[in-house]
């Protein structure tokens, strides 16, 4: 048991001394404000004045599609963060590209998850013409599940980072018969 505390201290240990250097700190502050600035617009909360373009909200925003702009966009710095930190110190050089990849991923699964807009742009016209309305009641199912799915991969990103080896890239061979 007390092996294990050790493991977790040493990991918090090792994420508090990424964020003491100043490239890894900027890149977290920078992402934080773009990721709420482009979340707050996805989510229909302000639009771009003058000119009036932005996502128009059907329904009222509440507190917790507040606090699920804030967690989200803090799981999406956090993660660009630990991505710079990884470019930089170059821990994995085949891996590089591959996180900028799930990044992107991270970023277009957390905005407005029943949003037509979003919909259309990422699958095309075909998927877009599917009338979404029906999952408007299971909205906050969808939006802990991708959140969920932002904190595993910020997890698994972390994990790879501390013990300098990818447990997602690992391919068991199968044998051919």
């Keep these: 048991m007390k092996e294990k505390a050790r493991v977790n201290d040493g990991l918090f240990r090792f994420i ?4 003491k250097e100043n490239s890894v700190g900027l890149t977290f502050t920078v992402g934080l404000i773009i990721a709420l600035i482009a979340y707050t617009f996805f989510y229909g909360i302000w639009t771009i004045p ?3 373009f932005g996502l128009m909200r059907m329904s009222a925003v509440t507190l917790s599609d ?3 702009i804030l967690f989200t966009s803090l799981a999406v710095a956090f993660l660009v963060a ?3 930190y990884e470019i930089i110190h170059n821990t ?3 891996r590089t590209l591959s996180s900028v990849g799930i990044g992107i991923a991270g970023f277009a699964s957390a905005a407005c998850p ?3 807009g979003i919909t259309l742009i990422a699958l095309g016209s075909t998927i877009g013409n ?3 309305g029906p999952l408007v009641p ?3 199912i969808i939006k802990v599940v991708s959140l969920g799915l932002l904190l595993l991969a910020l997890t698994l990103k972390v994990d790879s980072i501390y013990k300098n080896h990818c447990i997602t890239c690992k391919i068991i061979p199968t044998k051919k018969t």
């Design 16 to 19: 508090i001394d990424i964020f």
């Design 50 to 52: 003058f000119i009036n």
């Design 66 to 68: 507040y606090l699920f």
């Design 82 to 84: 630990f991505m710079r």
């Design 92 to 94: 994995k050089k085949g």
């Design 114 to 116: 029943v949003c037509q």
């Design 130 to 132: 599917i009338p979404l």
């Design 138 to 140: 299971y909205l906050s």
